[in-house]
């Protein structure tokens, strides 16, 4: 059992990368991005695409992408997303879904349907032995990475002047321009942040497994349920919701192979009718 649940919270990092983009976005602009799994797809093609391209090593290709996808994501809320937020949810539904479609079937065009994979080279065969049992470096570097990431979307809400815009925006647009904010920039800059995880859960979603164009469905999935698990907006709740999501997979797949996914499914359901609100939701102020 402690095996189980080693390996789950391993893989609910991973879905923790996943969610916290949806996460931030939602908790700052109140925006739901149905294209989230699909954009973590993108950046894996692209982190792989430029390692193919330039010979870096998968470690800097990253460092190179994260920046370029700031700039993207700054881009499309500037351009695209803030034309279309406000009280009804479903314009952004709509666009995003939009978005969706337009980079599976780019990538289909580009890639083809055949599975792609970045080689992260020795690291994605390293393990050492804890007691009894064996962890995977590269999971283990990816729950490190899920945590840190946390933890520093925490710092910057809490204890820097961009947070409290952040804050300022969520909580109150129209005061918040009183009081000298540009609300569609401090969104961009949200959006931004949240292209820099989307390109991290990309890549290393990359190394971890093959991803093909058509993944991008799943991977959205996955960040939805861990994000209301925890509480829209909640960045620690995020991260106990991939946790918990990840573990309860974990014991599907143990008592049966087919049954992984769908026991993730169920936990889902029973937060959902049990605290609707999700486990640790955000509080305003």
Same mark, same amino acid.
């Given at each position: ?21 949806? @996460? ?123 945590? @840190? ?64 164009? @058509? ?71």
């Amino acid at each position: 059992m402690t095996e189980i649940v080693l390996q789950g919270l391993l893989l609910g990092g991973l879905y923790a990368l996943f969610a916290l983009g949806q @996460s931030l976005m939602f908790g700052v602009m109140r925006l739901t991005n149905t294209a989230q799994g699909d954009f973590i797809i993108l950046g894996g093609f692209f982190a792989i695409s430029l390692v193919a391209a330039t010979g870096h090593s998968p470690g800097i290709a990253l460092l190179l992408v994260m920046p370029l996808a700031y700039i993207a994501g700054y881009a499309l809320q500037r351009f695209v997303l803030n034309g279309i937020l406000g009280r009804d949810p479903l314009p952004s539904l709509v666009v995003t879904f939009g978005l969706a479609i337009i980079i599976q079937n780019l990538l289909l065009e580009i890639y083809s349907a055949d599975p792609r994979s970045l080689d992260a080279g020795p690291i994605a065969l390293a393990s050492f032995s804890v007691g009894d049992f064996t962890l995977g470096t590269l999971p283990l570097l990816t729950f490190g990475v899920a945590v @840190s990431a946390t933890l520093l979307l925490q710092l910057l809400f809490s204890n820097t002047a961009l947070g409290r815009s952040f804050r300022a925006v969520s909580d109150d647009r129209e005061a918040a321009q009183l009081m000298g904010l540009k609300p569609y920039k401090v969104y961009a800059q949200a959006t931004g942040i949240a292209f820099v995880l989307i390109s991290l859960a990309g890549s290393l979603q990359a190394m971890r497994t093959t991803i093909s164009p @058509s993944d991008g469905s799943l991977l959205l999935l996955f960040a939805f349920e861990a994000v209301i698990i925890g509480g829209m907006g909640s960045f620690w709740g995020t991260l106990v919701g991939a946790l918990l999501l990840g573990v309860t997979q974990q014991i599907g797949f143990r008592l049966d192979p087919g049954w992984g996914i769908w026991f993730g499914h169920l936990m889902f359901l029973l937060v959902l009718v049990v605290r609707p609100q999700g486990l640790f939701p955000k509080t305003r102020g």
